[in-house]
């Protein structure tokens, strides 16, 4: 009897890990509404962000595109292997505060059609809306 219980609980908690997966879905296009307290009203082009099943991520801060991988755990979300186009425009202010937010950004909350990511510390650091 001690046998069967115990293989119940095992088998119980295989199968709450296996569906602990992200539940947020975060994949598609988002606009980058604000990043580090300054909006992105007045960028040279609108920012974004998109993000795929796959783990990858592409963009624009504003002057520049960015590209990447990212890995969603729950609410944790790091991003690697980064990298950017390097051109100068009007709005570098904006852009370096995009590029500052993704540098610092650990926590996510998405819900629907807005998410906001947040840095260790649980400052919000980027806001985002998704493109319909």
Do not use: H
Not at 3 to 31: E, F, H, R, V, Y
Not at 35 to 57: C, H, L, Q, Y
Not at 91 to 100: F, G, L, N, P, V
């Amino acid at each position: 009897m001690r046998k069967i219980i115990l293989s119940a609980l095992c088998a119980m908690a295989i199968m709450s890990c296996s569906t602990q997966k992200s539940a947020m879905d975060i994949t598609g296009k988002w606009n980058i509404e604000k990043a580090m307290g300054k909006s992105t009203v007045g960028a040279d082009t609108s920012p974004f962000i998109s993000f795929d099943k796959e783990g990858n991520i592409n963009g624009n801060a504003s002057v520049n595109s960015f590209f990447g991988s990212y890995n969603l755990n729950g609410d944790k979300i790091s991003f690697s292997n980064l990298g950017m186009t390097r051109m100068m425009g009007q709005s570098m202010d904006i852009e370096q505060a995009i590029t500052e937010a993704l540098g610092s950004t650990s926590t996510i909350k998405a819900e629907d059609f807005d998410a906001v990511f947040f840095n260790e510390k649980k400052d919000t650091v980027m806001i985002l809306s998704k493109q319909k």
